[in-house]
């Protein structure tokens, strides 16, 4: 179902989200260097998740699943080969949590991956392997390929929180591991807040701690501290459920489950962001930041795109070095939609309209957000749609599709002749 065709149709039922990517990558990794039996349950795999299963695989861990749970018995000393291949799929998250961590091991861990992944930036990684004279080579393919060797030193480190939070999560999940003390210093304003408040969350969950300083810019990591294993319960993934929650916005009738209103995930911010595009009533331009929830700007564009007056989301630069340039994406698509939006610098201008059209040919660039998002735009719009290249739903949310139909959705596989 590589093409598909969309028929308008509401959506109506009950939709009980997947669990958290972020929260599952986060308690593999933790999972995996406790020493002994740890189980995870509420896991849905996901191309992602699966790419930081096969890493941890690679370093040691035992893992295995069944029925949505992982049992995992963590890594044990010299159990891990001189050198090991790591094959991150498009993932993100796996290459720059398991960067930092490859030190730790003896001998060369390749990183191989696909897609746009070769192009997201790493050089908060290469400035930092640099600066301790490690090994760091990344070669100059369209496919990433890179490799790293050598063991970090405790000290203080710095690192900038302008590009992705990833990089620093990384750190946190490795300085604990080393045989001094650390200290861990951000030198730009730290966005995606929510996703460190998300790793110390869990890291704490399995018995590391390491001590914030009020301004939210500076780690103090205890050496020689040791993960214990622990039976954990992925919450529900916001991100995911961003997607149901605006086609409710939009007029369908879902009764989403699965979520706690407690949560820690930056992309709770959906509910919210919602609330503030329902009002109606203020005549001035709605302005909308964001810099900490990239991943749920598509589809928060398409409901300011049918919401009464203007918006103006703001900040939106690292979403040129997602999956796919997402801020063009989301402008292009949408507007062959019938949206009317304009990109400005960093942001997205967007003037609300009554009804979108359809009828065109749009394209996901690849990318599982985009994918999603124009899947719910079709349940409004006046005539099918076509999207190109549906598949890479995989990355995040495998059942997307099937989810999507049993909820009403009209789907047929479309032959682009």
Same mark, same amino acid.
């Given at each position: 179902?590589?093409?598909?065709?969309?028929?308008? #149709?509401?959506? #109506?039922?009950?939709? &009980?989200?997947?669990? +958290?990517? /972020?929260?599952?990558?986060?308690?593999?990794?933790?999972?995996?260097l406790a020493a002994?039996?740890?189980?995870?349950?509420?896991?849905?795999? /996901?191309?992602?998740? =699966?790419?930081?299963?096969?890493?941890?695989?690679?370093?040691?861990?035992?893992?295995?699943?069944?029925?949505? &749970?992982?049992?995992?018995?963590?890594?044990?000393?010299?159990?891990?080969?001189?050198?090991?291949?790591?094959?991150?799929?498009? /993932?993100?998250?796996?290459?720059?949590?398991?960067?930092?961590?490859?030190?730790?091991?003896?001998?060369?861990?390749?990183?191989?991956?696909?897609?746009?992944?070769?192009?997201?930036?790493?050089?908060?990684?290469?400035?930092?392997?640099?600066?301790?004279?490690?090994?760091?080579?990344?070669?100059? &393919?369209?496919?990433?390929?890179?490799?790293?060797?050598? /063991?970090?030193?405790?000290?203080?480190?710095?690192?900038?929180?302008?590009?992705?939070?990833?990089?620093?999560?990384?750190?946190?999940?490795?300085?604990?591991?080393?045989?001094?003390d650390s200290v861990?210093?951000?030198?730009?304003?730290?966005?995606?807040?929510?996703?460190?408040?998300?790793?110390?969350?869990?890291?704490? +969950?399995?018995?590391?701690?390491?001590? @914030?300083?009020?301004?939210?810019?500076?780690?103090?990591?205890?050496?020689?501290?040791?993960?214990?294993?622990?039976?954990?319960?992925?919450?529900?993934?916001?991100?995911?459920?961003?997607?149901?929650?605006?086609?409710?916005?939009?007029?369908?009738?879902? %009764?989403?489950?699965?979520?706690? +209103?407690?949560? =820690?995930?930056?992309?709770?911010?959906?509910?919210? *962001?919602?609330?503030?595009?329902?009002?109606?009533?203020?005549?001035?331009?709605?302005?909308?930041?964001?810099?900490?929830?990239?991943? *749920? !700007?598509?589809?928060?564009?398409?409901?300011?795109? =049918?919401?009464?007056?203007?918006?103006?989301?703001?900040? %939106?630069?690292?979403?040129?070095?997602?999956?796919?340039?997402?801020?063009?994406?989301?402008?292009?698509?949408?507007?062959?939609?019938?949206? @009317?939006?304009? !990109?400005?610098?960093?942001?997205?201008?967007?003037?609300?309209?009554?009804?979108?059209?359809?009828?065109?040919?749009?394209?996901?660039?690849?990318?599982?957000?985009?994918?999603?998002?124009?899947? *719910?735009?079709?349940?409004?719009?006046?005539?099918? *749609?076509?999207?190109?290249? &549906?598949?890479?739903?995989?990355?995040?949310?495998? #059942?997307?599709?099937?989810?999507? @139909?049993?909820?009403?959705?009209?789907?047929?596989?479309?032959n682009m002749g």
């Amino acid at each position: 179902m590589t093409n598909l065709t969309l028929t308008p #149709n509401a959506l #109506n039922g009950t939709v &009980t989200v997947p669990p +958290s990517k /972020s929260m599952a990558h986060r308690a593999v990794i933790c999972a995996s260097l406790a020493a002994g039996r740890s189980t995870i349950k509420n896991i849905q795999l /996901s191309d992602d998740i =699966l790419a930081t299963i096969e890493g941890m695989r690679s370093f040691g861990a035992i893992i295995f699943y069944d029925d949505q &749970t992982l049992t995992i018995d963590g890594i044990r000393n010299g159990t891990a080969k001189e050198s090991r291949t790591i094959n991150c799929n498009e /993932s993100g998250s796996t290459l720059r949590f398991l960067i930092p961590l490859a030190t730790l091991f003896t001998g060369e861990t390749h990183f191989i991956g696909q897609g746009h992944l070769g192009k997201r930036p790493l050089e908060p990684y290469q400035e930092l392997f640099d600066a301790q004279s490690l090994h760091y080579h990344q070669a100059t &393919t369209e496919n990433l390929q890179l490799s790293v060797a050598g /063991s970090l030193t405790p000290g203080i480190y710095e690192m900038r929180g302008d590009i992705s939070s990833q990089f620093i999560t990384g750190m946190l999940l490795t300085l604990p591991l080393l045989a001094g003390d650390s200290v861990l210093q951000i030198t730009t304003h730290l966005e995606s807040k929510g996703y460190i408040d998300l790793t110390l969350s869990v890291l704490q +969950s399995f018995g590391i701690l390491i001590e @914030q300083e009020e301004d939210g810019q500076v780690f103090r990591i205890k050496g020689q501290q040791a993960y214990s294993p622990r039976d954990y319960t992925v919450e529900g993934d916001y991100s995911q459920a961003a997607f149901w929650l605006s086609a409710n916005a939009l007029g369908n009738k879902l %009764l989403v489950s699965g979520l706690d +209103s407690d949560s =820690l995930q930056g992309d709770q911010a959906i509910v919210s *962001i919602l609330d503030t595009l329902s009002d109606g009533s203020n005549d001035s331009e709605r302005v909308i930041d964001g810099a900490q929830v990239p991943d *749920i !700007i598509p589809v928060v564009a398409l409901v300011a795109a =049918l919401s009464k007056g203007k918006t103006k989301i703001i900040n %939106l630069e690292r979403l040129r070095i997602k999956e796919s340039d997402r801020l063009v994406a989301t402008q292009k698509e949408l507007t062959a939609l019938g949206a @009317q939006i304009e !990109i400005v610098e960093d942001s997205l201008l967007i003037e609300g309209v009554s009804r979108l059209s359809g009828g065109q040919q749009v394209w996901s660039h690849k990318d599982h957000r985009m994918a999603m998002m124009l899947a *719910i735009a079709s349940t409004v719009s006046e005539e099918p *749609i076509h999207i190109k290249d &549906t598949d890479c739903v995989k990355k995040s949310y495998p #059942n997307f599709w099937e989810t999507f @139909q049993q909820l009403g959705g009209k789907v047929n596989e479309w032959n682009m002749g």
